[in-house]
């Protein structure tokens, strides 16, 4: 993804070069970088419930016999009954508003596929905030050890 | 003297000009970070969208939502939209990484402009 700042490498030496106002940029940084890292991570992991639900339903469906009684939502509070019709057909929301009809199987497997995309986005996604949350703590350790240098009547 | 201080007053105005200049340079390259992230996350959609599509057999059904209705649509019709968005989206992207770079070159050289204009 394009950054939106140009990024330095930190190094820990780097730091205990830096000045006191140099450091608390960092940290201040590097703290609303870990934020917006964690949202991202809350997303996926939000969107990929959201598709492990629909798995599940899509077996769950898949299980009725053709022409067995259900109750069809036509708004939240507002059911209608009706019958199974074609089971094996599914519509599936690929994004930017198409829809494709799939069967059962390839139904489930593109479940499976987005899932599995996601879980491998989610540990990506992990390895940089974990890194970035190491480097926010490395640079308060370091303005917290510079202000008592500073203040030493504490 | 009088002189001295017009000459004074002018370039505090001169300095003030150029501080608006370089927020108004901030603001742009801001909207300019918004509308490219916009345009990645768009872009990255229409590619999941095209991959899905590539992995159709030919007579496989592709409906479009519009509004509140489903039409169904050919898959090539289908796959060759994706395809112009995605160009399109592309071509505007560029577009703003060329201007953005613009602007940039511009908040450094006015920054420089007013450190120098503040320095005398």
Redesign the interface.
Known sequence: ??S?RGQQVIRAGDMEKMSLEQLKVLKEQADIEVNLLQDSLNNIRTASARLEIASTALHDLSLRPQGKKMLVPLTASLYLPGTLDDADKV?VD?????????SMAEGKD?CERKINLLKSNLDQLIVVASKKKTLADEAGVVLQARLKQLSPSN | MSSSSTALRELQRDLENKANDLSKLQKDIAKN?QV?KKY?I?LG??E??LK??DL?NED???????GPV?VK?DLAE?NAN?RK?IEYISAESKRLDASLQDLEEKKYSKREAELMGRMK
């Open positions: 993804m394009a939106l519509l690929i994004g930017t508003g198409y829809f494709v009809e799939k593109y | 970070h490219r990645t768009q959609e229409n999941l969208v899905e599509l159709l496989a059904n592709v409906y479009k939502l519009i489903l649509q289908a994706v968005r």
